[in-house]
Structures are given as C-alpha cells and as structure tokens.
C-alpha cells in the first residue's frame, strides 16, 4: 500500500480513481492462499487470522506494534520483518498524512478537550464509517452486471447542466477499475485453486478444488447459479469490502437464510445439493469470519481493548419484502450451525416477528440456554417501524434489520455511521461542577450556575438539558466535519457499488451516495444517569434528608467517611430497573432530552442524526473517567452498559426490569441494547424454553428493540477468572456481542459477574 | 439476633440502617394495593397464559382478603391460582372455589398419624376438602413435596395416587423436590434447629416417583 502511495499514481489520478488503482493494487498483489479442506476460499490477510495494517487511516507506531505483541489479551505476533518495514518505510511515509491526524487537526479546543476528557468517543479516527449490511442484490447480478449499470450511469452523465457531472465521472471510473479488481481476484484464487488440483492426490480433495476453481471463475463475474456459489460470492465481496478500507465492524450479508433460500430449495428439488452438504458450506462460511480478527487499534485503545473478531452480524427469521413470515428451512439450518460451530463470529440474532412461529423462538432458546450469549434477539416488527419513521420506504424497512450490536438499517441501501458514544452520566458531573471536570479541572462544559442555588429538581434537570445540549453541538460539530474529511479523501467506490444509489447518483458511499444517510450516536450510561439523578430529587429536593452541599463533599470525597450516606443513596432510594415510575420517569426525562438534543439535525451527506443506545464495552472506560456519583457509585467503576439497570440496582425480577427499559420509546431510536443474565437452571425443560420465549414475546409486545442472554452463573464466572487455563472457551455475552471470557479485561470480567443474577421468573 | 419475644416489629432499626442489614419480612397491604402489583404484570400474564397465584403462608387463614383479591382479578380478566394446604373450614372452601381458576393442593403425607407427626394436624380435614373440591373447583393440581424418610416411599404414593384416582376429576399431580432452603430462616428465626433432618431428594428418585404417578395416568410435572 505504502509502495502504491508512494508512486506517481496518487498526483496523476483524482481521489476516487486513486483509490480505486490502491484497491486494484491490493486485489493484485495479496497472496492467494486456498487452505486445506476449506470449500469456500479467500483470506484478507495473508493467512487464516492473519490481519492487515491500514497506514492511510491510522499509523501504528513501534510503540504500538510492541504493544500489539506484547499485550496479555489476544496478542498479534510482530514480526521483526514487520517491524523493520514499519520503522523504515511505513512509518516515515505516512507520517502527518493519515486520516486520524487530518481528523483530530481539524478539531477544535472545545471537541479535543471534551474527548480528552472522556466526554464521547470518535469512531472515525481509527477506523472508517461502517456497519454495512448487504442486501440480496449480489444473489441477482454479477459484478459484469453492475458494470453495465455503472457503464449507464456514465453514460447519462449531463456535462452541459450538471456541475457535479466530472465528480461523478471519476467515481464512477473508480467503481469500475473496482469490478475488475474483484472479478481479477476470483480468477487468482480459481488459478490457484486448480495448481492445487492438479497435484492433489486424494481423488476426493481434487474433485473439490476443480469445483472451488470452477466456483471462483464463475462469481463474482456473474450471478450464482447455486448455493455453493453464492456462498463464495458473498465472501469476495466481504473481502472487497474489508480489504478497500477498514470499515467499523466490517461487512454482513444481512439475512442469509432468506437471501439462500432459493438456492437452497432448487438444489434439493433438483437434487444437486442435501441439507448435509448445505450445511457444511455454511460451517466453512462461518469459519471464514471466524478468521478475521479486528485490525488491531493504536494508543490506549491498543493496551486496553481486548481485540475482538470483526463484527458481522447474522440476521434470521424475521419478515419478508411483502411483511409476511421470514422464517424457512434455512432459518433453522442456520440455527444449527451456530449451535455446532458455537463461534463468537459470525454473531446470530434471530429477527423476531409476531408472525412467526413459536418454533422458530423456542429452537433459539435452546441455543441460548446452552450459554455462549447467541443468538441475540430482535423486535422485527418494531424495527421496521423505526425505520419507517427515520424516512424509509415500507418494503426497504422490512428489508432492514440490525448490525454490528444493535444499530438498525435499510440494508444494502443506507449508509448508517456510528459516529461516537456519549457519556450521559459525565454531563451531570460537569452539570455538578458548574461545567468544570473535577478530575482535571478544566472547564469542559457551558456555565449553567452553581448546583446549591437551584431550588427546584426541574432547575437542575434544565441545567442539565443545557449543558447536554452544549456538548452534543461540540461532538456534532467535530462530526460534521469528519464527514467531509472522509468524502473527501477517502472515498470508497468499491462498497459504493454494492449499495443502492450509489451507482445512479455516482456519488461516493462516504458522500451521500447511498439511498439513506443516517448518523447515529450512542447514548452510555442510561441506568446510572437515571439513578443518579433520581437520587438527587428523593434525597435533595422531594425528602429534603440531604443537602446538596454534603451530597456534593460527599462526592468529591469518593464517599470516603461518608459510607453512610453512600449506603443510603445506594440501597434506600428508588432505582431504574424496577417498574418503579419515579426512577423510570427520570429515565424517560433524560431520553427525552438526548433525543430531543439529537434526532433529525442533517448531516454532511444529506441524512439526519438518530440516536441509539448502546455501549459495546466503553462503559468501562466512560466509568475509568467519573468520580463518584449520586446513586451510591464509586469514582472509576463502570457505568451501566445498554439500557440495562445499574448492576445490581434491579431487585423486582426480570419482568420489572423488561416494565422499566419499555418504558423508553424505542420506536424512536435506531437501537437500544438490554441485557440480561441467568443461570442455566433457570431455563431448564421444555417450561424453561417456553418461559424465554415468553419473555422475549411479552417484552416485544412492550415494542422493546432488543434483548440478550447470559446464561452462567456468577459462581462459573468466578471460577474462571480464578483459573483462566480451565475456562478456556466460556464465552459471554459482553455487549452487543459476545466474548472469550478469559480474553476480557479484569474490571470487564468483574463488571459481568456483578450483573444482576436473575434467580428465577 | 432478634428475640421474637421482645421485637414489636415497629421498625425503627430498619430505618435506622442505611446498608439494609436489617429488614421486615412481609408488610400489611390494602387489596388496592395488591392488585397495583398484580397489574403490572399483565402483559406476561396474557402472554403465556398465566395469571397471580395467591399462596402463603396459607391464604385461606385470610378468606375475606382472598375473596376480595381473587374478585378484582377477575374483574381485570386475571386468571388466578390458590395454592393452599386445604386446612380450612369447608364453608371457605367452598366460597373461594367459586371465583380462583385453579387450585394448587398440598398432600404431604396419606397417613394421619404421620401427617400430625410433622405437620401438627391430621388429614382427614385436608382430604375432605379436596374431595369436596374435586366436585366443585373449575381445575386442580395435586402437588406432592417428595421429602425422602418422610413420604418418599412406594407405599404412600400409592395411596396418593389411588385417593387422586377417586377423585375422578383430578389428571394433573405435580412433585416438588424438598429443598434445604427454609433452614435459612429457621436459623433468623430461632438459631436454626432443622425439625425435618431431611436431606434433598435426587433426581433419580424424582424421575422414579414421577413414573410410578404416570403409571396411574396422570400428568406429572417434577417441580411444577
């Protein structure tokens, strides 16, 4: 890549183009491997597991790589070659040039102080815009196909009216130098495929690879004829889409089951294919994701995060265009090969419809009773209704679903970035402290005067409105621009072919070239926020049994000879999570203000601004930030993740906590995540199932968005952070995803074991 | 430790502690009350076809408050359930079976002499109005906690299973594996002498308890 940039070709070519020759380039030159017994082929890196670097966006330092080699938690081995390159030759190169020092030098004093301090997060300074999900138009059309599209939309181009006409001239000469590129990469992989043949000696082996090559020549050129070969075709494009750029979470096919089904089907009616030999195609699919791992972070982020597998999101079940039953016999061999494979990527979630059998629900109950914390489970129904709302089309809304962790879309037809996670709970901090950080001092926030002059809880709920509202305008703005940087320099005319409009408006994916623009960000810390403020009305204003001046030593003092009056605000006060309308009335004030702060403003790609709520695992570090708050927590502890209650402040049992996070309007997010966790006891027998499934259908009968299960018990948990060696494959549910639990940090694994253990239904 | 002599349960120490080392085991509610709770659940109820079940204690010690609760559930469309020792006057009986949906009934022991023995009273007055149940309720479970040393063996479900039989309108009868779970509050309570000396049964002999009911026809569900 280094080597490319460093040719003429970057002054000779406008942007798109040169991207597209940097693709072209990439799809030449990477090494081909086709590993033993695999069906389905294609790497994006040099081997299984192996990961690219992606110097244009971020640069790794030596620091870094030493880091990345060195770190408890899933280690990446640097070579010493490697490191040579990088220090001679990557480094040097893209010094100064990559995106995240164009982003963060053209960010202001108020965005860069507000990020230091811990106030949100920015997506897009490691990674590029993401979470894309395909929709069933590569089932339908080879990429010969989007040629002629894109061939059309060059030809129609308006030079004497249309200003933007040489713009999308160049991008759409980028798509096509794209469509080669990837056709030009099958056929590597059908080369290679038939060298292998040709010296294999296992009669068996070499019937394979003839057809992995015939396979190979056919997709992505064209349009699969069967099963196997949409399978392959889905997974260059996957490739394509990773290997162009390192998109957030990556890349999904969306609905697998529905987009198979018809191959499926006319395999077993014409006898070409059986569910054994569907299912072990899948299998080989599922062990494709499986052996990517997440191009590796910089910084702190590096030493802190236990790096995942990329995200990919498998949507089942759920409706159809026409909003009837989604559910089919592929919906069930899915499910099977989750249960078989129990791999932490590909992630499942199961779509769920109130049209569609109870079967389908109980058959994923079983699988997550088994306790690796998937499938995940969707309101379907519900989310076709957010999408209509945010401006969709009934049949793209159906066609939508959920990625990444709970982010909702129209798939293969919108462009929806997370942009960066907000820290509820900080606002209230700053809101304590007159717009100061305490931690550091520094005036992060607007003066919204001092918190012992207000008379009433509404004066300082609107203090807190205020200063919210201030600081989502610093990240919005920091947005806004990023938006540019990215549709400016870093187009991505590859994933720009795969996503409706972008070939008819030649415009970029990064530029509003896609049907739908969303920006969305992600609200942390509901459950703590609510406790925290609604402790301050019980105590402070509506009891009047503590003075905002101790409440506020008491804090800055991390409760320190003031135990008493933590266990006070901690256990005798009411709490979100327990169908308790004081608390979850707070809750609802507090959404309100965040979406009101948020939803409809326009973005840089002709969109509008959603708000979701979700976490993945930044509630750990949003909580590294905060002193103590009001609800009883200490300075440094995690906040609480998704919607979920605070850990341990849910009391009333599962049913008050599904009452409580209902009571937010989730037909008015773009994704709300709850937890929860039980142990494998409670969901015994065939009345365990059925109780699961009930939960899940009365929650979505509320319009809740989406649920996830943990099924262990905290002792296991224990036991395995005791002794890792012996708990080797445990796998949580961590956020909108889940994990190794050995693999997790200690405050993450603490922070697990503390959610609320439900005993019984 | 509290002298249950002595505590007039006014709860001053409750308040008075803020890390709730100390609580009130039960509180007085209106059936206003009650019935806000029950409400709040509803959704669940309607979705898995369940309802409130009323149990103890012994709900039937309080008729006037039952009857009152189980009319309001019924006035909200609520299904109801009273699990109950059936150690009561038949008058009560007979009034509560006219609005509860289901009974859960407690047969712990065929023998009187052993009943009295554990429990305190005999079973000739619980068998009865089981009997005269069976003519009246709309629905009832016959539910056996399986306390081995103490009802476990052949002879007495047997018995069991035949006086169900008699019934005649009776298919369902649920065991309930004893557990060790109320030795807790024996300890709270008087510094925990364990009066059962019980150990919890295991699953083997639930399964083959569970064969021998089936074996007279009916359903069974181990821990209903």
Not at chain 1, 337 to 348: K, N
Not at chain 1, 364 to 387: H, M, Y
Not at chain 2, 67 to 83: F, H, K, N, P, Q
């Amino acid at each position: 890549m280094t080597a490319f940039y460093q040719s003429d070709v970057p002054m000779r070519e406008s942007v798109p183009v040169c991207r597209a020759l940097a693709f072209k380039y990439l799809m030449e030159h990477k090494t081909i491997c086709v590993n033993d017994g695999e069906l389905i082929v294609g790497e994006k890196g040099p081997a299984p597991k192996a990961t690219p670097t992606y110097p244009e966006l971020c640069c790794h330092s030596m620091q870094d790589l030493q880091i990345l080699n060195d770190r408890e938690k899933i280690p990446f081995a640097v070579s010493e070659d490697v490191r040579r390159v990088y220090r001679e030759k990557i480094i040097p190169f893209w010094s100064g040039k990559t995106m995240r020092e164009k982003i963060f030098k053209a960010m202001d004093e108020p965005w860069r102080q507000a990020y230091e301090a811990g106030m949100f997060t920015e997506f897009m300074e490691q990674r590029s815009p993401g979470h894309t999900v395909l929709d069933n138009k590569i089932y339908r059309k080879g990429m010969l196909d989007f040629m002629q599209d894109i061939q059309h939309s060059l030809q129609a181009l308006d030079f004497f009216n249309d200003p933007q006409a040489y713009a999308k001239q160049q991008e759409l000469h980028g798509m096509l130098i794209c469509v080669k590129a990837l056709i030009r990469f099958a056929e590597r992989h059908a080369d290679k495929a038939r060298d292998l043949a040709a010296r294999e000696r296992d009669p068996q082996r070499k019937a394979e690879l003839e057809r992995i090559a015939e396979v190979c020549s056919h997709v992505p050129a064209h349009a699969p004829r069967d099963f196997w070969e949409a399978l392959q075709y889905y997974w260059f494009v996957h490739l394509g889409v990773t290997t162009e750029m390192n998109p957030w979470d990556s890349f999904c096919p969306g609905r697998l089951d529905q987009h198979l089904y018809s191959f499926y089907k006319k395999g077993i009616e014409e006898g070409t294919l059986t569910s054994e030999q569907a299912r072990e195609l899948l299998q080989c699919f599922w062990i494709k994701f499986n052996n990517q791992p997440a191009p590796p972070k910089v910084g702190v982020t590096a030493a802190e995060s236990g790096t995942y597998t990329d995200f990919a999101q498998i949507n089942s079940g759920g409706m159809k265009e026409d909003g009837s039953d989604g559910v089919n016999d592929v919906t069930y061999l899915v499910l099977d090969v989750v249960e078989e494979m129990r791999l932490v990527q590909p992630s499942s979630s199961i779509q769920v419809s109130k049209k569609n059998p109870d079967r389908f629900v109980r058959r994923a109950a079983k699988i997550i009773r088994t306790g690796f914390g998937q499938p995940s489970v969707f309101n379907c129904d519900l989310i076709a209704q957010e999408l209509i709302r945010m401006g969709k089309s009934v049949a793209d809304a159906r066609n939508g679903g959920s990625s990444g962790c709970v982010e909702v879309g129209a798939f293969g037809k919108e462009a929806y970035i997370l942009t960066g996670y907000f820290n509820l709970p900080k606002v209230l901090e700053l809101t304590l402290n007159n717009g100061v950080d305490p931690r550091t001092g520094k005036r992060i926030g607007i003066g919204t005067g001092e918190p012992e002059q207000f008379g009433t809880f509404e004066q300082l709920f609107e203090a807190y409105r205020r200063q919210l509202n201030y600081l989502i305008d610093v990240k919005m703005r920091g947005n806004n621009i990023i938006e540019r940087l990215y549709a400016t320099y870093m187009p991505a005319p590859f994933l720009s072919i795969l996503i409706d409009d972008c070939i008819a408006s030649g415009r970029d994916y990064h530029d509003g070239g896609a049907r739908y623009n969303t920006n969305y960000i992600q609200g942390v810390g509901l459950g703590t926020i609510t406790d925290a403020l609604t402790a301050i009305k019980y105590h402070v204003f509506d009891r009047k049994t503590v003075s905002m001046r101790d409440l506020l030593a008491a804090l800055c003092a991390n409760f320190e000879d003031h135990e008493p009056l933590r266990q006070t605000l901690w256990q005798k006060t009411p709490k979100y999570g327990n169908d308790d309308d004081y608390a979850d009335d707070v809750m609802r004030s507090v959404f309100e203000v965040y979406f009101q702060a948020v939803d409809g403003r326009p973005t840089m790609r002709g969109g509008r601004y959603r708000v979701n709520l979700l976490p993945t695992t930044v509630h750990v570090y949003f909580g590294s930030v905060m002193g103590a708050t009001p609800d009883g927590r200490k300075a440094g502890l995690p906040l609480s993740e998704g919607i979920s209650p605070v850990q341990g402040a849910d009391r009333q049992g599962p049913t008050a906590v599904l009452k409580s996070a209902a009571k937010m309007d989730h037909g008015r997010t773009g994704g709300t995540l709850l937890n929860m966790k039980f142990n494998p006891q409670v969901l015994e027998g065939d009345d365990g199932l059925d109780n699961l499934k009930d939960l899940i259908r009365s929650y979505f009968r509320l319009d809740g968005h989406h649920i996830q299960f943990n099924v262990v018990d905290a002792e296991t948990l224990r036991k395995a952070q005791a002794r890792p060696e012996e708990y080797q494959n445990l796998i949580v549910r961590v956020a909108g995803y889940s994990d190794y639990f050995v693999d997790l940090g200690k405050d993450l694994q603490n922070e697990i074991i503390a959610r609320t253990e439900q005993k019984a239904f | 430790m509290t002298d249950p002599d002595k505590c007039a349960a006014c709860g001053e120490c409750v308040a008075a502690c803020p890390a709730v080392a100390r609580e009130i085991v039960g509180q007085k509610m209106t059936v206003a009350e009650v019935m806000a709770q029950v409400k709040k659940d509803v959704i669940f109820y309607d979705q898995s076809g369940g309802g409130a079940t009323f149990s103890g204690g012994e709900p039937l010690m309080q008729p006037q408050f039952l009857l009152a609760l189980l009319a309001a559930c019924r006035a909200e469309g609520i299904r109801t359930a009273v699990d109950t020792t059936c150690h009561a006057e038949p008058q009560i009986v007979r009034q509560v079976a006219e609005t509860a949906d289901l009974f859960l009934c407690d047969i712990k022991h065929m023998d009187c002499g052993m009943h009295r023995q554990y429990t305190g009273v005999g079973n000739e007055r619980i068998l009865d109005n089981i009997r005269l149940l069976a003519g009246i309720a709309r629905e009832i479970y016959i539910r056996v906690p399986i306390i081995p040393g103490f009802n476990s063996g052949r002879e007495n479900m047997d018995q069991t299973s035949r006086f169900v039989q008699s019934l005649k309108t009776v298919r369902r009868v649920d065991i309930l594996p004893y557990n060790r779970g109320g030795l807790e509050k024996a300890v709270r309570l008087t510094g925990g002498i364990d009066l059962m000396q019980a150990q919890a049964p295991g699953d083997d002999t639930m399964a083959e308890i569970a064969g021998v009911l089936r074996g007279y026809g009916f359903e069974v569900k181990i821990g209903g």
